[in-house]
């Protein structure tokens, strides 16, 4: 690596960052002054502002108010270049990663940052009946899973004098899955009251179930509580030490017991990004490279493993895979190789615990704060804080600008700004899927609207 | 009808709309205050501005900015109920519409306002090919690919060195035509400029072909000439006189010529929605229904036909289907209906012709205004005008809110708020497609990036 610190810079030294997450696009950042050539691969265009996906999934928020394409936001990093693809393999010992489309990609310093996503515990089958929340494209199928079952109850009501109930499951009592079921009660309770005739969306259940004994497991068990009570004020019932058994069209099974489901949301378990595994490194169980403090993977220095891809304990704990450590990563990553190139020591990575917050539905939140002081907080102010940090911390301007102006807009008129519901119009397990078409149309005597 | 005039209401007349567009919107707000029951089907849960379409189909807006939940519309309106569902059959002598998921809907007045849709006049291959733009969907599609086409021609360019020509073929030169590839020129020339390293997208050209001898056929030849003087301003290469015979992945051909397409786009033809024809009711050549001065189909005084479905001929002239007849038939039937309640005459129907505009990219339009005054005027007052109209109309508030902050960030800043890519990552056409796959990885030496 003679030539990394070459004064003459002819050839500078290649950094491939794959993934445009948090930590990948923080990575980025961070070596924009540096003298090095950096090239961020990702199989999407866009990067997401991931904590606020699901108030694109219950219609809050467009799609475009929390992406903004990776290439626009480093339009001004002359050293750096992206490129849409996807990496199918790494060379560790020929410093190269395989490209999707065929070409290769060599490197003298691999970043890689390409998270995690869902996992249905070796039953990928229960997919198509209960969509997980990672990527716009899911957001947008579990918007229209939600909006269309209304839909469809008030149609059946209207053509058949019935609808089947109105459960919304959502499996998973963690960050995610509070968040959404505190969400579609809201939508529920709120924002539909005027829309329907013959359907009561309020009157809709909302099922959160959890395989463990509380929801929130990883905040303090004060917050935690907080969260089920707050959960409960909404309408949720919440169900803890409930294990999933079978997912199928319109139903969930829990031990011996068949909850009836519209739609079912998967909020359980997360896997990591098949990548990890390609470095010949150690993983742990879900697939996460077990890295040290300078997030480096056992025996590649030249290779940085951060965000949810990167499993590190820090005082007794794994880091949780949300933003704040996957930023911190981020910028930290720039400075090591910072340090590399100057000739220093890398500094070690210690991850600066800000804290962590959720959501609950429209006006509540619980929040463990670290810094600037330590608290537990819950209730309107937690939510207000969550409010405040979300939109502070939102990439880009615009958006910040768009996201304001849909919650002031949201939460004032009670009018929702982004329900809109696309592609197939069918729900799984949905009575009329059965026997639809136009043939029943001579069978049955025509209806009455309003009767 | 006896029971049409019913003083004691307990019968109230049921009035079936069908779609939810701007005719069938306006038909279902006019007749709010009357003593009808009042039913609007729509297979689409929303309804949308569509002479903002191409704005989305252009990363401009959000799909949710132009578009407004029919329900939401017409949630205070208490005589009326929305029905998302598809119409698939209507028998005049037993007033009653068959619906796709089996049921019947009895209708004392029908309203037929399902409008039109993209012909490839008979040439339903072409169709993967050359997306054409009537919803949200297709419109999010033209974003992926002409998005997609600058993605992958600068990972071509490193990979493999070279990527083809980037051309964008725009079918037909009418308003959309025009404004699609004004907008494709502008997104090309202006707003990439700083986001590629390997490509020059200001490079790409935009080609716009008419059959007839003039773009903006229905304007005034004036205006049409103006308009084609515009684009070519912007860069976009026209060709009047030109038939398309064949479109297949990655090209165009006219006549002899084969033009090498990385997108191409359909804005050449229209035929009326299916509905129009099960009337019975007599048809023009691409199956409008032909109506009289009360918007009544040859011996139908219960039906009435608006919007783009029906064919009304007035001093001489097929009105044309753009949004301001579709609005004043909308709000004259609901007048129509009144009458007969009230046992007087019905007032024959008068389009009041305003004008009609045209964008042509950023800055420039053209406008052949009937009202107040007469004028034709072009260049960047007509643009202007266009901008106030524009946002004047657009269904509701907050709508109103969010495109004028888009636009004023979209001009100002050039960056455009929704540059999203979802779906699908390949081109139909596009020369990686034939040869795939992670396999050429070790076939091809390892290119560096930025070499």
Redesign the interface.
Known sequence: MANVTNPLRRQQP?V?IVGGGFAGLNAAKGLAKLPV?V?VVD????NIFQPLLYQVALAVL????I?Q?I??VL??QRNT?????EV??IDVA?R?V?????????YDYLVLATGATHSYFGHDDWAPFAPALKT??DA?EIRRRV??AF??A???M???GWHPPLNFVVVGGGPTGVELAGAIADIAQLYMR?????IDPAKSRVILLEASQQVLGTYPRDLSAKAHHALGRLGVEVRVNTQVTGIGPGWVQTGDQRINAVVTLWAAGVQASPLGRMLGAPVDRRGCVLVDDHLNPQGLPKVFVLGDLAHLEQNGHQLPGVAQPAIQMGHHVARMIAADLAGRDRPAFRYFDKGDMATIGRMDAVAKVEWPFKAHISGFLAWITWLTIHIFFLIGF?NR??VF??WV?NYI?F?R???????D?RLPGWP?EV????????????????K
């Open positions: 290649s491939v050539r090239t199989r999407r265009n866009h467009s799609p475009a108010n992406a394409p290439r626009t339009r001004h270049q992206v490129l849409m693809d199918v393999g020929g190269c395989a490209l999707a489309s065929g070409a290769g990609l060599l716009i494209e947008i909006l269309l839909e469809l008030e149609r059946q209207v053509e058949h005027h829309d329907f005739r013959h615009r600008l768009s102006a849909a807009w008129t009018t700004g982004a329900r809109l519901i696309t592609g119009q009329d026997a639809p078409g136009p043939a029943r149309a001579e069978e049955e005597a025509p209806s009455n609207p309003f």
